[in-house]
């Protein structure tokens, strides 16, 4: 699991970039708060709803979309349910689920649907070309473009970024759930944000929304990231009102 260190060259983007924003970073310049009452959390709450709003159905991202997006230089998510999400990918793996007998385990699975499995009569559990599918997912929601780069021997299908506010909102979400909106409790958060933070964390894209913080705000940041990694996922799924499945996921990214 790759950890979340400061590297110098890392300091010098964060400043570099921070210098350029200054003016619009001046409310978070300290560095959010810790948690909050019933109002606080009702307030969070309806300010999510109008980010959610803000967006049309067409640019709505799924959460393996969003890890897409904040790498742009899979891992997925079991469900308990087996209706159909609509996304093509987790309808894929959940026809996988189903149809399997006896049930696998939530570590096994995402070993089977990653093909990080050596078990060559289980290959056909994995999901191909997962990036490009995404990829290809928020081409038409109008995020990404598709375009051709010639590479002296070969031509190489390429994915730009188009649609920058989109990319921004989705920094600026996961920079304030751990610095402005900032719980200190996990069970308190957005389900699907504490997701999102686990598995970008995990698909090693988690920095790339940090990079652009003052140096105060990234140690702080990285810091909150860290109490989440920290936590006993066997610990955490007893606990009332929680959901298991999410805390299954994390134990098999943080084993």
């Not at 409310?27 to 009452?37: H, V």
């Not at 049930?103 to 699975?109: A, G, I, K, S």
Request: glycine share 6%.
């Amino acid at each position: 699991m790759t950890s979340l260190t400061q590297r110098s060259s890392g300091l010098v983007q964060r400043r570099t970039e921070a210098s350029r924003s200054a003016a619009d970073k001046e409310r978070a310049a300290g560095g959010g708060g810790g948690g909050g009452g019933d109002d606080a959390e009702q307030s969070r709450r309806d300010e999510q709803d109008d980010d959610d709003k803000g967006d049309s159905k067409e640019t709505r991202l799924t959460l393996m979309e969003e890890v897409l997006l904040l790498g742009l230089k899979d891992r997925e998510v079991i469900c308990k349910s087996d209706a159909p999400t609509g996304d093509v990918l987790l309808d894929e793996a959940l026809k996988h689920v189903k149809e399997t007998q006896p049930p696998e385990t939530v570590q096994n699975w995402i070993e089977l649907l990653s093909g990080e499995t050596w078990n060559p009569l289980k290959l056909h559990y994995q999901l191909r070309n997962v990036r490009e599918r995404l990829a290809k997912n928020l081409v038409e929601k109008g995020v990404l473009t598709t375009e051709k780069q010639n590479f002296l021997l070969f031509d190489m299908t390429t994915h730009p970024l188009t649609n920058n506010n989109i990319k921004q909102r989705l920094i600026k979400k996961v920079q304030e759930a751990v610095l402005d909106k900032w719980v200190n409790d996990p069970h308190r958060m957005d389900k699907r944000l504490l997701a999102l933070i686990y598995l970008a964390h995990a698909s090693d894209v988690l920095e790339n929304a940090f990079a652009p913080l003052l140096d105060e705000q990234y140690d702080l940041a990285t810091k909150r990231v860290r109490q989440l990694l920290d936590l006993d996922p066997e610990v955490e799924c007893m606990k009332a009102n929680t959901n298991e499945v999410l805390w299954a996921v994390v134990a098999a990214f943080t084993k």
